[in-house]
Each structure stands twice: as structure tokens, then as C-alpha cells.
């Protein structure tokens, strides 16, 4: 991990928790990914600090808002997520130019899940996303994500080849990403659901925006933590992989992307991040 960028989000994370009242004796780095996830500990709370998020979502407080008050929404209707910290205003906040959001802490468990578990606890979200206005355009963080990714990818050394390849796919993908747009996880995979004591929860609805079923199904079809067609194969009128094409097209190129950003920030990762990138492009 870079030190600087952990250490400047921890200290982020501590300043606005002191500013609300909540003290913090041992910071411990949960994560340091694209964000740097910080357990104030021992305050039941969790900062996600945005640091390399920013290089691609210049209004970084826009997409943790909606995450906020998604998930906050959903926790209020008691449906299976993480929900914002109660301890203290769950932001997004500002401090020094870094943003962040806070959220309850929960212990994870380290049980393994099945490909029929994470399905049924997508069914089970679904029903509850099913129940919330959309907010946003229909796939705008993957759609805007990879606008954004055309426009700045040089800076981070991808060739201008691939990044006209890239606006092409675009080009012709946005018309075939038909379907009712509901709110969605955005970046439903196993990865973010956690195991607690309380069962199964959902997590990081950072991606979350309206798009039809499909997208989610995509994010889990997608996945390399387990067999994701076979946790497609576990919901009623799974599509095939024929149907969900354009999906999965379109997380391959989203996931691509981000690798490389992530890349910036985790040097080792450059040479993989550089191979899915020209896998996905050619």
C-alpha cells in the first residue's frame, strides 16, 4: 500500500469522527483498494475513504451520496445491507479535499459461500432495490466511468489505440442496453457480501445506479470468486449468456478500467491491469 495515500485517509477518517464526538484509539486499514476502508476502532464505525476513486470520479461526494442514502434506505426497510453509521452524520464529508462516509461496523465471519447462497441473497436485495425510486440515468456510473476512462486514460499510459476502441464499443453498446431500469447494486458480486452474525449483508453500493436486472447479473455472472453461472442457474428465469451479452461486455470493459486506476495507486498491479485492458480491447 502506498503509506502517504493510507495515512493521509486515516487521518482524514479520524479528524471528522473527532468532530462528531467519536474517538478513535486504534485505526486499523480494513482495505486499501480504490478506497481505503478504515475501522475506527473501538467505535462500531467504518470510514471508506475515497483516494484513487477521485482519478476517474472527479465528484466523488456525488456517488457516496447516493450510496448513503441508497443504503440507508434500504437498511430502513430492513433489507440485507451494511448500513450508514448511526454514531455519527454518515456524510459524504470533506476534509482537506478527501471525501468520505462512515458506516456501521459489523463482524465478518469467515464462512465461504455457494454459489446458490450469494444468488438467493441477490434475490432477496432485489426485492428491496425493486422498491426504491431510481436515482440517476440508467447505467450512469459505468457509462460515465468509461467516458471518463476515454478521455483520461493517456495520463496512465494507455495507448490512444485502445481508448478509440474503446469509445467505439461504446458507441455500440449503448443501444443494445435495453430493459426496465430499476435501482441497482451496481457491483454485485461475492466479494461484497459479508457474512455476520446477522446473516448475510450486502455492501460497498458505491456503483449503484438504475439499470435493468441484467446489469447485477452481469456483475455475478462475471465474477471469479466462484462459479457465477452456476448462480445464475440458481435463480428462476436466469437469462443465458447469450442474452446477457451486452452486460457482460459492458462489466468487462468497467472492471478493465478500473483495474488500471487501481494500478496507479498498487505499482505491482500494473503489469495484470495492463493484460485485462488489452484482453477486453485488444
Known amino acids: 500500500m502506498s503509506r502517504a495515500r493510507v495515512a493521509r485517509a486515516v487521518a482524514a477518517a479520524r479528524a471528522v469522527s473527532a468532530a462528531h ?140 489505440a485502445r481508448l478509440d476502441r474503446l469509445a467505439a464499443r461504446l458507441d455500440d453498446l449503448r443501444p443494445r442496453l435495453d430493459g426496465v431500469a430499476g435501482q441497482r447494486h451496481g457491483d454485485a458480486h461475492p466479494g461484497n457480501l459479508l457474512t455476520t452474525p446477522w446473516g448475510r449483508l450486502w455492501t460497498d453500493l458505491e456503483d449503484t445506479c438504475p439499470g435493468p436486472r441484467a446489469w447485477d447479473l452481469a456483475c455475478l455472472r462475471s465474477t471469479s470468486r466462484l462459479d457465477g453461472r452456476a448462480a445464475l442457474d440458481a435463480l428462476p428465469d436466469a437469462p443465458s449468456d447469450a442474452e446477457l451479452a451486452p452486460w457482460l461486455e459492458l462489466r468487462r470493459l468497467h472492471a478493465a478500467a478500473w483495474s488500471v486506476v487501481a494500478a496507479t495507486g498498487h505499482p505491482r498491479r500494473r503489469p495484470a491491469a495492463r493484460e485485462r485492458l488489452a484482453a477486453v480491447l485488444g
Open 21 to 160: 464526538g467519536v474517538g478513535c484509539e486504534d485505526a486499523r486499514v480494513l482495505q486499501d483498494g480504490i478506497n481505503v476502508v478504515v475501522h475506527l476502532a473501538p467505535a462500531p464505525v467504518v470510514a471508506r475513504v475515497a483516494t484513487l476513486t477521485r482519478l476517474l470520479r472527479p465528484d466523488v461526494a456525488r456517488h457516496l451520496g447516493r450510496e448513503v442514502a441508497v443504503a440507508g434506505a434500504l437498511a430502513a426497510a430492513g433489507a440485507p445491507v451494511v448500513p450508514p453509521s448511526d454514531l455519527l452524520p454518515p456524510g459524504p464529508h470533506e476534509h482537506e479535499g478527501t471525501v468520505l462516509s462512515f458506516w456501521a461496523h459489523v463482524p465478518v465471519l469467515p464462512e465461504a459461500v455457494t454459489p446458490a447462497e450469494v444468488a438467493g441473497a441477490l434475490e432477496e436485495l432485489e426485492g428491496s432495490l425493486g422498491e426504491l425510486a431510481p436515482a440517476g440515468r440508467p447505467l450512469d456510473t459505468p457509462l460515465d466511468d468509461l467516458a471518463a476512462f476515454v478521455e483520461r486514460g493517456a495520463t496512465w499510459g494507455v495507448e490512444p
